[in-house]
């Protein structure tokens, strides 16, 4: 399945949050691969996002943090924006919410919003 590099950062809270909780094995088998796979696309995105901050941004001072200023934030969104929304290709089953809710796994909505590719 096809996914954007922004659904894959945006659910790594909520799939850290699942693998913290109990379920049947074949459904966290396949929660670990996801979680593998998408590991993968999360550390390329923020090796890209660091070399558009040393592009685009200044450290701070004391050298904790990038500062990209006014005058280059519309060509560092404009490249940022680029790179979250490419697709990349994930290989996993959906996970049936009913097998899910059976376990008494409970998310919020917020939760959902984040994995809502991942559950069927």
């Known amino acids: 399945?096809?996914?954007?590099?922004?659904?894959?950062?945006?659910?790594?809270?909520?799939?850290?949050?699942?693998?913290?909780?109990?379920?049947?094995?074949?459904?966290?088998?396949?929660?670990?691969?996801?979680?593998?796979?998408?590991?993968i696309h999360v550390e390329a995105f923020q090796k890209k996002q660091l070399v558009l901050f040393e592009?685009?941004?200044?450290?701070?001072?004391?050298?904790?943090?990038?500062?990209?200023?006014?005058?280059?934030?519309?060509?560092?969104f404009a490249a940022l924006t680029e790179v979250v929304e490419t697709e990349v290709e994930l290989d996993f089953e959906k996970i049936d919410a009913s097998v899910l809710e059976k376990a008494g796994v409970k998310l919020s909505v917020n939760d959902m919003a984040g994995v809502e590719w991942l559950v069927s």
């Open 55 to 76: 592009t685009f941004g200044d450290k701070s001072e004391d050298e904790t943090q990038w500062i990209v200023s006014e005058e280059k934030k519309e060509d560092y």
């Open 1 to 39: 399945m096809k996914v954007t590099v922004n659904q894959v950062v945006s659910a790594q809270p909520t799939l850290k949050k699942l693998t913290g909780q109990d379920m049947p094995i074949s459904v966290a088998i396949s929660l670990l691969k996801v979680c593998k796979d998408t590991a």
